[in-house]
Structure formats: C-alpha cells, structure tokens
C-alpha cells in the first residue's frame, strides 16, 4: 500500500504540469517559431531542427488548435521560382511537424513566395511556424 501511495503522489507532478501545459492561454503572445534556409535551399539544418522541436511540443500540447506553416523566399531569382521555393520550405517544415507528431489536418502550409529584404537577407529565407493561429 505504501509503496503504491508513493507511485501515485510520484505521478501527480506530472499530472498538474500536464494539466497547466494545455491551457491554451499559454498560445496568447506567443511569438512564430521561425527557421531559417541557406539560398536557394529548402535542407533543414540542426538550429532549424531544434526550433521545430519546440514547435511540435508546443503544437502537440494543444490538439484543438490549427498550425499554419508560412514559407517565404528572397526577391532575386524570379516570381515563379521563388513562390515554387516558399511553398516547398513551408511543406518541409509541414512535413518534419508531422514526423514529430502533429497531425497534417492541423496544419495549413502557405507559400507566399518572394518578400523583400530591408536590412539582413536572410529574413526572406525563412518559414514561420504558428501555433494557434487567427
């Protein structure tokens, strides 16, 4: 009897952080997890990896909320080219969210092809993952 009474009180730690976790107040503010691609690329490297992680946790804790998956490309290269290219980054990113265990009819993958860069070019090279979207 005690040995169970100490697995159950072991358990309820876990039980309340589960329960905080998926109060969906913790979506308010939350900024887009954003990763971001070499030119011309849609290869996802390890610092990448580990924002889409974070991003799975997060999305997995709330089931009931959609994730849009926004993928965007630099100005040079063409129109064309380059919607094509933000569109396959943002099915990359879809793609490794599914692998780690969120389901794909949560998710709607954009394209918004290219974007114009102000100051640092690779903001354009990016793919922005929101959970619980508008």
């Known amino acids: 009897m005690r040995r169970r009474a100490f697995a ?7 039980v309340i952080l589960a329960a905080c976790a998926a109060d969906p107040r913790e979506l308010v503010g939350q900024p887009p997890r954003v990763v971001f691609f070499e030119v011309d690329s849609v290869d996802l490297d390890e610092p990448a990896l580990a924002v889409l992680a974070d991003a799975a946790r997060l999305a997995r804790r ?3 909320v959609p994730v849009q ?3 965007y ?3 040079a290269g063409g129109a064309a080219f380059n919607r094509e290219l933000s569109q ?3 099915q990359q ?5 599914i692998k780690r265990g969120v389901a794909a009819s949560r998710i709607q993958v954009i394209g918004r092809g290219p974007v114009p860069f102000d100051s640092v070019p ?3 090279r990016r793919v ?3 959970i619980g979207y508008p």
Not at 8 to 14: C, F, N, R, S
Not at 93 to 97: G, H, I, P, S
Request: charge should be negative.
């Open 93 to 97: 990113v879809a793609d490794e969210l």
């Open 128 to 130: 922005e993952v929101i």
């Open 122 to 124: 690779i903001e354009s």
């Open 88 to 90: 396959r980054r943002a």
């Open 69 to 71: 998956v926004r993928g």
């Open 62 to 64: 709330h089931p009931e």
């Open 73 to 75: 490309a630099g100005p």
């Open 8 to 14: 159950l009180a072991g358990l309820l730690p876990a």
